[in-house]
T-cell receptor, first 109, second 113 residues
């Protein structure tokens, strides 16, 4: 069965500190991994996808198939990064996502 | 914002009543989804539809029903059989292919008393 695990419900850091939001998955095929973000009073939206291998708002995420992980990282957190972050997995060939339980990131001044 | 609308934003119902949540999109997406969002449980898929007149059960379909008569619309009915209907409901639609992305609506908070 496909599963996405985000072990931290809450991650609290100070502005300027590095951030790593953990995501592990279980899937036997070739997964597509995503990070979605929900800022306060805004809609859930795509932050980045592993296929693009891009940096969005300073965030990066590398797919590690050996460790079945897709951790989200940012070297210097900003207060505006405070939000709910969801890791999600998509089956190749299927049009649906499996979401993790989410991690709330709180960046304090 | 825009593209996917959900109405109403807040909905209150008495126990035992069915209630229908609206979801409309003008993004010309074939696929649409309904999720339930509960604290600590993330997003759980209720139903999804990949094309008009077709839909599949998600992980927690019991007590819910959907229809997909038009490409733009994917209403969700929460029936009286749903044991714990009070929740935040999110609708989404998606592109396909290598640029797959789900676009979400603003959500409807349903309270059943």
């Amino acid at each position: 069965a496909q599963r996405v695990t985000q072990p931290e419900k809450l991650l609290s850091v100070f502005k300027g500190a590095p951030v790593e939001l953990k995501c592990n998955y279980s899937y036997s095929g070739s997964p597509e991994l995503f990070w979605y973000v929900q800022y306060s009073r805004q809609r859930l939206q795509l932050l980045l996808r592993h296929i693009s291998r891009e940096s969005i708002k300073g965030f990066t995420a590398d797919l590690n198939k050996g460790e079945t992980s897709f951790h989200l990282k940012k070297p210097f957190a900003q207060e505006e990064d405070s939000a709910m972050y969801y890791c999600a997995l998509k089956n190749t060939g299927f049009q649906k996502l499996v979401f993790g339980t989410g991690t709330r990131l709180l960046v304090s001044p | 914002d825009g593209g996917i609308t959900q109405s109403p934003k807040y909905l209150f119902r008495k126990e035992g009543q069915n209630v229908t949540l609206s979801c409309e999109q003008n993004l010309n997406h074939d696929a649409m989804y309904w999720y339930r969002q509960d604290p600590g449980q993330g997003l759980r898929l209720i139903y999804y539809s990949q094309i008009v007149n077709d839909f599949q059960k998600g992980d927690i379909a019991e007590g819910y029903s959907v229809s997909r008569e038009k490409k733009e619309s994917f209403p969700l009915t929460v029936t009286s059989a749903q044991k714990n209907p009070t929740a935040f409901y999110l609708c989404a639609s998606s592109t396909g292919g290598v640029s797959y992305e789900q676009y979400f609506g603003p959500g409807t908070r349903l309270t059943v008393t």
